[in-house]
């Protein structure tokens, strides 16, 4: 998910030829031909353009002139796109609409201020959506997109792997991570299962720990607060006790990654909501799977058992010729229906991080491949209270530094010593 945005440096030197690619055919004659059509790009047919094609529908009842034409245009043509027009200074090959990656938002609107509309005044309720998801679009206050698929953090765990070894979901609910080793210690005693994986060379599990207590990589002038951070220390100390101990097991491949807990040897899995579909793609376990929230840091006053990884939002360009029209679909569609959210969870498992739509029938069906949990009402009460943290534009950079950092403090390094030097690293590359 986590893709480098191109620099300044290589749009520059990038061939004007792109940029009349970019943006010519369907997209272009649509925007300046028919006053009630938005262009947009988006990737994924199955996920971001099935739900955008559902939304057309919907606002389509009361607006039957309606249209949109759909680009689908996938997330790393994305960023070549964006950085040759950025480059070349010609908006008008944008889109009315596009959809970006949450991560990577801040660096584009703070970067290039100009590219994209802020939507705060435009009729849109953004007090309906989880808080901690309005983060990645909100700068200096003001909200530059309205959200879409939630990533809110999840733990899911082997109920029949928990029972051979004496436990149930609740003794892993609102616990923290020091009574999570504990149980992952005895787990693994009692059945050779490891309770959690990851896969090496990331520092996701370090930035979910980070946020679910509110907790950042920057300081409140931008600046990268890496070396000497304690909080980041605690995350990293307990990552390495849970590798220790066998509470964590470190695999290579992300298909490894998912074998440990559709057919290997982990009873858990602590992730991004959108992990449910990997999960469920072991069907032969069906029912023995239970659904809860993450560990909280211990100690800490601010430690939530909630938090966040990955997820979209929908941006309104500068380039739109009807920005009223383009505002009012994002707001009676993502931002204001319930049957929008029924409609596309079932078919896509796209969960809302609007959080009206919790509060559906759809939302509320028990899930038998989860016992009967009505897992998705849950997921999304858990986006409800999730802290909000501020990724900062050079959240790629820091993600790369600090997975260095859990890579070498696995393999021997001094901790202290690794924060310090991630943190060079970044202050280099924000200097180039």
């Not at 009361?62 to 796109?81: A, C, G, R, S, Y």
């Not at 009223?324 to 229906?337: I, K, R, V, Y």
Request: with cysteine; proline share 3%; glycine share 8%.
């Amino acid at each position: 998910m986590k893709k480098r945005l191109f620099s300044i440096l290589l749009v520059a030197a990038m061939s004007v030829s792109m940029l009349a690619g970019c943006g010519s055919g369907e997209e272009t004659e649509n925007q300046q031909g028919d006053e009630n059509t938005l262009t947009v790009w988006a990737w994924d047919q199955s996920f971001n353009i099935y739900a955008m094609k559902e939304a057309e529908k919907i606002y389509q009842k009361d607006h039957p002139d309606f249209k949109l034409n759909i680009v689908e245009t996938p997330w790393d043509d994305m960023q070549t796109k964006l950085g040759t027009i950025v480059g070349a200074e010609n908006y008008s090959q944008l889109p009315d609409i596009c959809l970006m990656q949450d991560f990577a938002y801040q660096k584009y609107v703070t970067s290039y201020p100009d590219l994209f509309q802020d939507l705060s005044d435009m009729g849109i309720d953004f007090s309906q959506f989880a808080e901690g998801k309005l983060a990645a679009s909100t700068v200096d206050g003001k909200y530059y997109g309205v959200p879409f698929d939630n990533g809110t953090e999840i733990a899911c765990y082997r109920t029949d792997i928990l029972e051979l070894a004496g436990y149930t979901v609740e003794d892993l609910t609102d616990i923290d991570w020091d009574r999570f080793i504990e149980i992952g210690k005895d787990v693994y005693d009692k059945t050779g299962y490891s309770l959690l994986s990851v896969q090496a060379g990331s520092s996701d599990l370090i930035y979910q720990m980070l946020q679910s207590a509110g907790f950042g990589t920057w300081t409140e002038d931008g600046k990268p607060d890496i070396a000497g951070n304690e909080n980041i220390k605690q995350c990293i100390e307990i990552y390495q006790e849970m590798k220790d101990t066998h509470v964590l097991n470190v695999v290579n491949s992300w298909d490894e990654y998912v074998g440990t807990f559709t057919s290997g040897k982990t009873a858990g899995v602590i992730n991004g909501c959108w992990i449910l579909a990997s999960i469920q793609t072991a069907t032969e376990q069906s029912g023995k799977w239970a659904l809860t929230n993450m560990p909280s840091l211990p100690g800490v006053s601010s430690a939530t058992n909630y938090s966040n990884q990955g997820g979209s939002t929908w941006a309104i360009t500068s380039n739109c010729k009807n920005t009223e029209l383009a505002a009012d679909f994002l707001a009676t569609t993502f931002a204001g229906s319930t049957e929008l959210y029924d409609i596309i969870l079932p078919s896509s498992g796209a969960i809302a991080t609007w959080i009206p739509a919790s509060e559906s029938d759809v939302y509320n069906e028990p899930q038998e491949f989860f016992g009967g949990q009505a897992i998705y009402a849950e997921i999304a009460e858990f986006a409800s209270k999730t802290p909000s943290v501020n990724l900062g534009i050079y959240y790629t950079e820091a993600n790369t530094a600090l997975a260095t950092v859990v890579a070498n403090v696995s393999g021997g390094a001094d901790l202290d010593s690794e924060l310090k030097t991630a943190q060079a690293t970044i202050e280099f590359n924000m200097s180039n």
